[in-house]
């Protein structure tokens, strides 16, 4: 098995900590306390959003840290685009206060509308296919420019780069979709085909500039028990009788999803890792079937969700109540887990981005 983190903070920066020994610390208590084995890659998000990767989190990491010497693959997530909890009275969805108990979830909470993706306005008006098309492809965009960002950084010491392409020249983008957001079918279709579409330079050892255009679209959505995938995703690859529509019309490739919530919160956490294994290899998560292309198979199951640590180092769920003393999460951290030959018998980390180095 490989492990990754999924983490919306920057790997260099742990808000509320105030220096580098204890963020060395803290991670070192963090990964020992919760699990046995150090992560091999991290979930980052690229694009246009307040936790988007920023070039440099590898190479300021704490030399000290586990992270900085056991890191090697970067994969990455594109955000969920513009959300609201704040649509109007009229609005059947007004407050979105929906329970998630249909998708193996353990109680319903307060989720938010990413309307962005579901085709509509903020105020839950629908936008023409044109439209939510368009926006897509701008986000796809911003997301394709900041991989490109990521592979263009030097490390100031060093001058190596930070990330490289794989060799297998091809890197898997997770559209993040949450479990309350129904993914248009347009969305997808913008989304899917920019993303397929941009052209990344990298310059190769004879100092020339290679073009190639490696990004894969996948899907990171939400999965009913062991399938089929929660409706929400499924509706934008369907084909409909009698519409005349370009409905997934563009492969999915690849899916991660988040733990279904087969136990609570609490036991999720003071789980140990022979039964984490023992469920995945019991779990036999069915492909997506779509009307283009080879099912998508799930390569990276999340199986611990937001996890946060107080100031005393301790840990604890952002979706519990706040411990005592602590004022917010100090990490979000997420615990994925795939099978080594996750995808056409390749290992999952060969559609990452690469950190370079021995």
Known sequence: MAFGIDTADRLDVIP??????????????????????????????FGTTGHAWVPGELSRLVPASELASNIRFVFPFAPTGAGT??????????????SLAGHGLAHPFDVEVFFDQEGTTSHG???????TRNIARDDATATGKAIQAALDF???VSGLPELVLPPSGKVFVFLDVE?????????????????????????????????????????????????PFAPEITGAFVEQAGEV??????????????????????????????AVHHRWDLFAFAPLQQPIGTDAPLVIWQH????????????????????VGATAPVLQVDLSITAEAGYAGRPITDFMLWRPGP
């Open 16 to 45: 509320g900590l105030r220096t580098t020994a204890q963020r060395a610390a803290d991670w070192h208590r963090f990964l020992h306390d919760r699990w046995s084995q150090t992560p091999s890659y991290a979930g980052r998000y």
């Open 85 to 98: 909890f704040h649509l109007p009275p009229t609005h059947p969805d007004f407050g979105r206060t929906k």
């Open 125 to 131: 008006a629908p936008r023409s296919r044109r439209a």
């Open 154 to 156: 030097r490390d100031p």
């Open 179 to 227: 479990p309350q957001t129904q993914l248009n079918h347009s969305y997808w279709l913008g989304w899917a085909e920019t993303i397929s579409a941009v052209i990344i330079s990298t310059r190769n050892t004879a100092g020339t500039v290679d073009l190639s255009q490696p990004l894969t679209p996948c899907l990171y959505c939400a999965v009913d028990g062991a399938g």
């Open 245 to 274: 529509m370009l409905r997934g019309r563009h492969t999915c490739h690849a899916l991660a999803s988040g733990w279904n919530f087969i136990n609570s919160v609490a036991a999720a956490l003071a789980e140990d890792e022979a």
């Open 304 to 323: 611990r969700f937001n996890i946060g640590m107080d100031a005393a180092g301790h840990s604890f769920s952002v979706l519990d109540p706040l411990p």
